[in-house]
Every structure is written in C-alpha cells, then in structure tokens.
C-alpha cells in the first residue's frame, strides 16, 4: 500500500485548504481512512476519520465544524477539506489507512501511512 498526501501550504488565519490522500496498490473501498497531524514538539493526533463505505465520519473536538472528511472510491482518494484555518492547526498532516476494525483514533491501529504534507496558518 502506498499513499501519498498532497494539498499543504501556507495559508492565513481563517483560510482554506483541501488534503488529498491518494492511494495505490490497495483496494480502497475495503480500508478506512484517517487524518493525523503532529506539530513540532508534540504527539501525533487524530484529525477525522471516514469508514471504508464513506457512511461514517467522525473528527476531533478541535476540528469538528470547520474540518470536513470525505472519499471516492472511484479515485482511490481521500480528501480533508479545512476550511476556517486557524494557527493552531499548523502541523505536519498525515493519512493513513487501516483494515482492521477498533477505535478509529488510535494511530497504532492504522497500518499504512502517508508521508505527510505541511499546513501552515499565519496569524
């Protein structure tokens, strides 16, 4: 499995951006999909999540309302729409994937991860 996270850059407070999260030599449509991101000095955390199916989304209480999760199968893509940018979003992004089934913010449950794309938030 291979997945490449694309869509970062430096935007100012209140602006948007959309991630992608292209993936290959998988089939899509049998992995949930989530987004991680980690700023400097601190832990990873769990952004959103989408199941396989793309009926279920759940996000982080810092994100919900302003970040928007969502998939195509067609195209082997997730997306992480985020809009309202603050500058505590300024972090490194991640995607990952998973097939197995568990709590869908544990990062250690995930099985495959994208190389991260940098999103900047300027005040």
């Known amino acids: 499995v291979q997945l490449q996270a694309s869509g970062g850059g430096l935007v100012q407070a209140g602006g948007s951006l959309r991630l992608s999260c292209a993936a290959s030599?998988?089939?899509?449509?049998?992995?949930?999909m989530g987004w991680f991101r980690q700023a400097p000095g601190k832990e990873r955390e769990f952004v959103a999540y989408?199941?396989?199916?793309?009926?279920?989304?759940y996000y982080a209480d810092s994100v919900k309302g302003r970040f928007t999760i969502s998939r195509d199968n067609a195209k082997n893509t997730a997306y992480l729409q985020m809009n309202s940018l603050k500058p505590e979003d300024t972090a490194s992004y991640y995607c990952?994937?998973?097939?197995?089934?568990?709590?869908?913010?544990?990062?250690?449950?995930?099985?495959?991860w994208g190389q991260g794309t940098q999103v900047t938030v300027s005040s």
């Open positions: 989408i199941s396989r199916s793309g009926s279920s989304t």
């Open positions: 030599r998988v089939t899509f449509s049998n992995v949930d």
């Open positions: 990952a994937s998973r097939s197995r089934r568990g709590s869908f913010s544990y990062a250690t449950l995930y099985d495959y």
